[in-house]
């Protein structure tokens, strides 16, 4: 359900931000270190630096809006 909304995101941001997706079955260190818990999170990065985190199902307009706020 997420895919979609993100492929959208990384279209209207191209240029400003880039989305990856991560298998965490296949990096298992990354969800500890990040205290994943949940699938899906979207994990949002400045600068090398965690901004914010979204878990679970959002409408595009709540990711939006969390994009934003972390590019200020």
């Known amino acids: 359900m997420v895919a979609p909304i993100v492929q959208e995101l990384s279209e209207e941001y191209s240029g400003k931000v880039n989305f990856f997706k991560m298998n965490t079955d296949e990096n ?3 969800p500890s270190k990040f205290g994943i818990r949940s699938i899906p999170s979207l994990l949002i990065f400045k600068g ?3 901004k914010g985190t979204v878990v679970g199902f959002r409408p595009k307009s709540d990711l939006k809006k969390r994009i934003d706020e972390a590019l200020v």
């Open 48 to 50: 090398g630096e965690l």
């Open 28 to 30: 298992p260190t990354v």
